[in-house]
């Protein structure tokens, strides 16, 4: 069982930054994929970043690409994500979540991630 807490959310203005942190129990961390996923007022939940335990298999979705990088401290069971550039368009509740067995799941789909967060607030004003 894997525990994850989210950090880091608030208020920023449009063209602004933050960073998301994830902080995970347990002593396999470093074997998770771990992804992040954000959920905006009356839509579904979207894929936004994922990385794989050796941090150098990198994706991210399309609308993100160029302004938010992710990347894990595995000595501190911890996963980032820098947001740069942001837009009223990435107010979200972002999740963190993590992914056993990679090597043979898919990556974008929340369906195929295992353990959660609870999710933490990013607001993007204009």
């Known amino acids: 069982q894997v525990q994850l807490v989210e950090s880091g959310g608030g208020l920023v203005q449009a063209g602004g930054s933050l960073r998301l942190s994830c902080a995970a129990s347990g002593r396999t961390f470093s074997s998770y994929c771990m992804g992040w996923f954000r959920q905006a007022p009356g839509k579904e939940r979207e894929f936004v970043a994922a990385?794989?335990?050796?941090?150098?298999?990198?994706y991210y979705a399309d609308s993100v690409k160029g302004r938010f990088t992710i990347s894990r401290d595995n000595a501190k069971n911890t996963v980032y994500l820098e947001m740069n550039s942001l837009k009223p368009e990435d107010t979200a509740v972002y999740y963190c979540?993590?992914?056993?067995?990679?090597?043979?799941?898919?990556?974008?789909?929340?369906?195929?991630?295992?353990?959660w967060g609870q999710g933490t607030q990013v607001t993007v004003s204009s």
């Open positions: 990385l794989r335990p050796n941090s150098v298999s990198q």
């Open positions: 979540a993590a992914q056993q067995n990679w090597w043979i799941r898919g990556t974008y789909s929340l369906r195929e991630y295992d353990y």
